[in-house]
C-alpha cells in the first residue's frame, strides 16, 4: 500500500460549498484516494509515508474544467495548439469534461459517425489521460437520424455525455427533447449550448429552448461569447433547477450578474465553471482560476466558496469522485499560495484581491505531477515535494 502524508498545510478548502473549509493540517494518502484529515497525529500513527511539507500554504481539490472542447490526445485543431491540456494542468486543472468534440477535423455529422466519434474520443482519452488529466471525452453531439438503441449502445461502451445541444443539426426543443429523454433513461449528463452562436454551425438558444428541453447543465449561460439577455438569465434561475455554467470565454457583466444574483438566492450550489475552450475566443491555460478569481475579487463571492464552484459543485452535477477532500474521494489536489510580490498572505487571500494564486503542486490519483507550476508566479513559500 502506498502512502503519501500532507502536513504542515495552512488552509484546507474541501471543495464542499455547504462547508468550504475543513480544520486540519494533514492529508493521508492512500493507494490514490484521500484516507483520513488530521491535525499532527497522522505523522505519528504513518511514519512509512512519503512526505510533502506544505510549508503553511493551501490545499483544494483539483479543479475542473467543466467545458472543453477537446478533439483527440493533447492537441486543439481550432487553434492549432499542442500541450494545452497539459498547460491546464500547470493551472490546477485535474479533471476535464468534455462539451462536444466539435473541432475534429471532418466531424462527421450522420448517427454512424456521430456514435463512432464518441466512442472514440471517450476510450481514448480513459485509455492515455495527457499528463494524467481525467478528461472525460466522447461527448455525443446530437444528430438527425439517432435513436433510443443508438444511446443504449452508447452507454454500453462507455459513453455518457451529450455534448452541448446546438452544435449539431438537432438544436431545437421539438427534436432535442425526446434525445434527452432517452440519454436520461439511459444515465446520461446533458449540456445545452445557451445564447447566441459562438462557432459557424451552432445555434441561437433561449431560455424557452433551455426549459423546454431540460438539459442537465445550461451550457455557459454567460455567452459562448454572445450571452442571453439578463430577463433570460431570471427566467433560467427562477423557473429552472438546472447547473448553470460560467465561463471564461464569455460575456463578463453576465458572468457577474449570474454570481451576484447566485449569492443572494443561494443559489451558488447550482454555479460550476468552465473555459469553453480551444475556441475561436483561444485557449485559457489559467481560465479556471481566472473564474475563480472573478467572482472573489468583482462579484464579491468569499473564495473558498468560489473554489467549491470549480470543484464540488461540478462533481457533484457529473457524479465523479472527486472535487471533494474526503475520505474515501480520489486524491485530486493542489498546493497554492500567494504569489511573490502580492499583497496577499495566502491563495484565498490572492484570489479576493482579484490575483491568481501560485501553484506549488498539482496531485492526481496521489501521485505528484506539477512541482512547480510553469504557467503562474512563484510562490511566497516553497512547498517541499
Known amino acids: 500500500m502506498s502512502k503519501l502524508l500532507i502536513v504542515n498545510i495552512g488552509c484546507i478548502v474541501s471543495g464542499d460549498i455547504a462547508s468550504p473549509i475543513i480544520p486540519g493540517t494533514e492529508l493521508l494518502i492512500e493507494d490514490a484516494v ?6 499532527g497525529e497522522l505523522a505519528v500513527l504513518h511514519p512509512d509515508a512519503a512526505v510533502i511539507d506544505a510549508q503553511g500554504t493551501t490545499v483544494t481539490p483539483g479543479l475542473f474544467d467543466s467545458h ?5 490526445g493533447d492537441y486543439g485543431f481550432r487553434q492549432k495548439t499542442l500541450d494545452f491540456i497539459d498547460s491546464a494542468l500547470h493551472g490546477g486543472v485535474t479533471t476535464m ?21 464518441a466512442v472514440l474520443m471517450s476510450k481514448s482519452y480513459y485509455n492515455a489521460p495527457p499528463s494524467g488529466v481525467k478528461v472525460h471525452g466522447g461527448a455525443l ?26 452544435l449539431g443539426s438537432i438544436n431545437r426543443p421539438e427534436t432535442a427533447a425526446p434525445m434527452v429523454e432517452w440519454a436520461h433513461r439511459y444515465g446520461f449528463k446533458v449540456q445545452m449550448h445557451t445564447g447566441g452562436t459562438s462557432i459557424p454551425g451552432s445555434s441561437t438558444v433561449t431560455a424557452a429552448d433551455v426549459m423546454a428541453t431540460k438539459p442537465d447543465v445550461v451550457s455557459h449561460i454567460n455567452g459562448g461569447p454572445t450571452a442571453i439577455s439578463l430577463a433570460e438569465v431570471d427566467k433560467i434561475m427562477d423557473d429552472t433547477a438546472f447547473a448553470m455554467e460560467i465561463v471564461q470565454c464569455g460575456n463578463p457583466k453576465v458572468a457577474d450578474y449570474v454570481a451576484r444574483r447566485a449569492m443572494e438566492q443561494d443559489q451558488l450550489a447550482r454555479v460550476i465553471f468552465g473555459n469553453d475552450s480551444p475556441s475561436g475566443s483561444g485557449i485559457m491555460a489559467l481560465g479556471i482560476m481566472r473564474n475563480i478569481s472573478f467572482a472573489a475579487s468583482v462579484s464579491g ?8 464552484m470549480a470543484t464540488g459543485n461540478t462533481a457533484k452535477v ?3 469522485n472527486t472535487g471533494i477532500i474526503a475520505p474515501g474521494r480520489e486524491a485530486d489536489l493542489v498546493l497554492m499560495d500567494a504569489p511573490l510580490g502580492s499583497v496577499a498572505d495566502n491563495a484565498l487571500d490572492a484570489f479576493a484581491y482579484g490575483d491568481l494564486p501560485a501553484i506549488n503542486g498539482v496531485i492526481i490519483n496521489g501521485q505528484v505531477r506539477v512541482k512547480k507550476s510553469r504557467n503562474t508566479p512563484p510562490a511566497k513559500r516553497a512547498v517541499k515535494l
Not at 34 to 39: D, L, W
Not at 68 to 72: A, E, M, Y
Not at 148 to 166: P, R
Request: include cysteine; charge should be negative; proline fraction near 6%.
Open 34 to 39: 484521500i484516507a483520513a484529515v488530521g491535525n
Open 68 to 72: 472543453c472542447h477537446v478533439s483527440g
Open 97 to 117: 469534461i468534455s462539451a462536444g468534440e466539435a473541432h475534429y477535423p471532418g466531424r462527421p455529422k450522420d448517427p454512424a459517425g456521430a456514435k463512432a466519434l
Open 141 to 166: 453531439i446530437l444528430e438527425k437520424g439517432l435513436t433510443e438503441q443508438d444511446f443504449a449502445e452508447l452507454k454500453e461502451q462507455g459513453v455518457w455525455l451529450v455534448g452541448e445541444i446546438g
Open 301 to 308: 463571492i468569499d473564495p473558498a466558496v468560489a473554489v467549491c
Open 318 to 320: 457529473y457524479e465523479l
